[in-house]
């Protein structure tokens, strides 16, 4: 009778231990689970504020609901002087709210390829054996300009000669850092009167009540290569918000004519 009870009693605590065991192993689970749920979250919101900031900082298209840009067009021509080529733009800022809006603008144009359109390319090929073209794999800025002028120096100290430039991402990191330089533009309201005409040697603009018209041009000097402009981007700065509230990227995929 004895050893029946002390048989049943090992059984009772053997699957009280076997529960206590597994009830613990499961707490250790959903608490393994909990954290990697709570990893996973962080990550993500890690990730998202980095392509935030990475969208801020170096480019990307961004739009503000209360303006729209038309009628944009790009025009190429010779300088007067026979020294280079401008590359002429033109287009319109629409309000589409009542009040007027105070912007600053940033016009910038640049041309940004692989290390495979430089000089010696053209004469040297590279050899088919090797797996990797660097050069290839590699993006240049070979020629930049913008309105208002950035002084690329500020940007790298090293970037002293005529044809050494900063990259497009610098550019733009400057650019969100220093908007508030841009050109100076209200875009008017429907009933304000501080609207006419603001004219500099390479940008004119035309307001109106609820539209600015733009002319502007950008230049590019002849050299030993040549380069015109492959990219174009438009940035508007709120002053009252102090963001940028607006930027549009252009790419053109063939070379431009001359008219």
């Not at 890690?46 to 729209?68: A, T």
């Not at 021509?77 to 002429?88: A, H, K, L, N, W």
């Not at 100076?184 to 940008?203: H, T």
């Given at each position: ?16 231990i ?7 192993y ?5 608490q ?17 504020s ?11 298209s ?44 940033y ?11 430089t ?17 290839k ?16 120096t ?25 908007a ?32 600015s018209?733009?002319?502007?041009k950008l ?18 700065y ?12 252009y ?9």
């Amino acid at each position: 009778m004895n050893k029946k009870i002390n048989q049943i009693s090992k059984i009772i605590i053997t699957s009280l231990i076997l529960m206590s065991i597994t009830t613990e192993y499961a707490q250790q689970q959903q608490q393994q689970q909990q954290q990697q749920k709570t990893k996973i979250q962080s990550t993500k919101e890690s990730k998202k504020s980095n392509n935030e900031n990475d969208i801020y900082d170096f480019g990307g298209s961004k739009k503000d609901e209360r303006l729209e840009i038309t009628n944009i067009s790009f025009s190429r021509r010779y300088t007067s002087d026979g020294r280079g080529e401008y590359m002429e733009i033109f287009f319109n800022i629409i309000n589409l709210m009542d009040s007027s809006i105070k912007l600053k603008m940033y016009i910038l144009g640049y041309y940004e390829d692989d290390l495979t359109k430089t000089k010696h390319r053209k004469w040297i090929g590279y050899p088919q054996w090797r797996k990797r073209d660097f050069e290839k794999d590699t993006v240049k800025v070979f020629h930049f300009d913008s309105i208002p002028e950035i002084d690329k120096t500020k940007i790298d100290p090293d970037k002293k000669e005529l044809y050494e430039f900063p990259t497009s991402k610098e550019y733009f990191k400057y650019i969100t850092k220093n908007a508030n330089n841009g050109i100076q533009l209200e875009l008017a309201g429907i009933e304000s009167k501080n609207f006419g005409a603001i004219k500099s040697e390479n940008y004119n603009i035309i307001s109106e009540p609820l539209k600015s018209t733009v002319f502007a041009k950008l230049y590019a000097p002849f050299g030993s290569q040549n380069f015109f402009f492959n990219n174009f981007c438009i940035v508007l700065y709120d002053s009252e918000k102090n963001k940028i509230v607006h930027r549009q990227l252009y790419n053109f995929k063939t070379n431009m004519k001359i008219h």
